[in-house]
């Protein structure tokens, strides 16, 4: 697998940066636990925050409204990870073109491939911390693709907290979970996509919202 432990650090020093705590249905937030409920539905939630304005555009293009609103555990990625897919298809495009004034937009996205990345990131069911371990644990997408969500131990923060804060990952699994230990001559086209998540365990009323950092790679 691949942790991204380039930017881990810089992510939990972010402003508005939430890990979840040990302690059952409370997360950390600037120091003081916070109540995971939110009194809306997950799609309310998203809407309701600057940080999803670019994705609650999308959840629409692609008429998902009610999937999200399902009885499902959704991993958001950001407005961010948006804006860089964007910026790769534009490359792509005026390369294409020989163009430089071209632009690929949200218009530009094909509705069927938004759906299958959207609900590649949807999971049926709610899948929350206390039913996740230190190990692999597989499951399937709303898009028929294997994922692992698995918590990693951290001890950058003991000082902070009395107990060891865990790290929620979502694992795009490729041709089976990669082997422990990593062999060095393992091809890098079989290596998992490992992607931590920002904030976990938001607890909505009707499933659960993990968000991805904002480096994720949309559309995988």
Known sequence: MKLKTSYILTLFFASGLLIMACKKDNYIIGGSLQDAHVNMTTYDYL????????????IDKAGMKAEINGNTT?????????????ARRTKILQQE??????????????VQELRDSLRSHL???????????LQNKLYK????????????????YTGIVTTKPQYLYLVKVKNGLDPVPL???YPDENKDDMELCQTSGIITTNGILHVLNNQHKFYW
């Open 47 to 58: 809407k309701s925050k600057p940080l999803f304005d670019t994705l609650v555009t999308l």
């Open 74 to 86: 959704f991993f958001a990625p950001t407005d961010y990870s948006i804006k860089d897919l964007l």
């Open 97 to 110: 073109q020989n163009d430089e004034n071209l632009k690929y937009t949200l218009d530009n996205l094909p």
């Open 123 to 133: 999971f049926v069911g709610k899948i929350n911390r206390d039913q996740l371990s």
């Open 141 to 156: 997408s709303v898009s028929g693709e294997d994922f692992s969500i698995l918590l990693v131990e951290t001890t950058a």
């Open 183 to 185: 062999p060095d001559d």
